[in-house]
T-cell receptor, first 113, second 110 residues
Framework: SAVISQKPSRDICQRGTSLTIQCQVD?????MFWYRQQPGQSLTLIAT?????????ESGFVIDKFPISRPNLTFSTLTVSNMSPEDSSIYLC??????????FGPGTRLLVL | GQQLNQSPQSMFIQEGEDVSMNCTSS?????WLWYKQDPGEGPVLLIA?????ELTSNGRLTAQFGITRKDSFLNISASIPSDVGIYFC??????????FGAGTRLTVKP
């Protein structure tokens, strides 16, 4: 499976600010995804990061709040914009593997004050 | 959309006991995956199931893809303290559209 890293691993931010999270993979992958895991909850898909085109967002998530970049097949960023305390979560990137599996990065723990 | 019901929500067992957890859905899935998440980490893939009726093992872990394609279970035999964590089922419908269960939090008492 691919080795996935995320930066930052954690951050504490003030409300109204924005944070960009990076996801780096050690090999080229076609599919990259961004998830949110709210405290004590399961994982919810935010969007699919498409290389060379706009991300595909799930219901309830919009580009203005969660802009995503995917400049190449090994890298993606997720920005959490105009943050509020409700955005405090773990943000995870994942990559598609063989036979429809997905492998996850270590996550970015965000606390918004 | 496809919703997954995972149970139990939590389990407290003695070391050495066997564990069973399951996921059910009203919708059909093409793939079932089981993940484990340790505190402060991302989920790690344990087992992937691709065919209805498929039974797959990974060490002390065994998982099955239900024949109706609407359910899956995960068994852990002879539990050890490092089995502690949250176990998630995930179902794939198509094109990597993956849905997660709410998770089963496992505590193993030495």
């Amino acid at each position: 499976s691919a080795v996935i890293s995320q930066k930052p691993s954690r951050d504490i931010c003030q409300r109204g600010t924005s944070l960009t999270i990076q996801c780096q993979v050690d090999s080229q992958v076609t599919m990259m995804f961004w998830y949110r895991q709210q405290p004590g909850q399961s994982l919810t898909l935010i969007a699919t990061a498409n290389q060379g085109s706009e991300a595909t967002y799930e219901s309830g998530f919009v580009i203005d709040k969660f802009p995503i970049s995917r400049p190449n097949l090994t890298f993606s960023t997720l920005t959490v914009s105009n943050m509020s305390p409700e955005d405090s979560s773990i943000y995870l990137c994942s990559v598609g593997g063989l036979q429809e599996t997905q492998y996850f990065g270590p996550g970015t723990r965000l606390l918004v004050l | 959309g496809q919703q997954l019901n995972q149970s139990p929500q939590s389990m407290f067992i003695q070391e050495g006991e066997d564990v069973s957890m399951n996921c059910t859905s009203s919708s059909i899935f093409n793939t079932w995956l089981w993940y484990k998440q340790d505190p402060g980490e991302g989920p790690v893939l344990l087992i992937a199931l691709y065919k209805a009726g498929e039974l797959t093992s990974n060490g002390r872990l065994t998982a099955q893809f239900g024949i109706t394609r609407k359910d899956s279970f995960l068994n852990i035999s002879a539990s050890i303290p490092s089995d502690v964590g949250i176990y998630f089922c995930a179902g794939l419908y198509n094109n990597n559209d993956m849905r997660f269960g709410a998770g089963t939090r496992l505590t193993v008492k030495p």
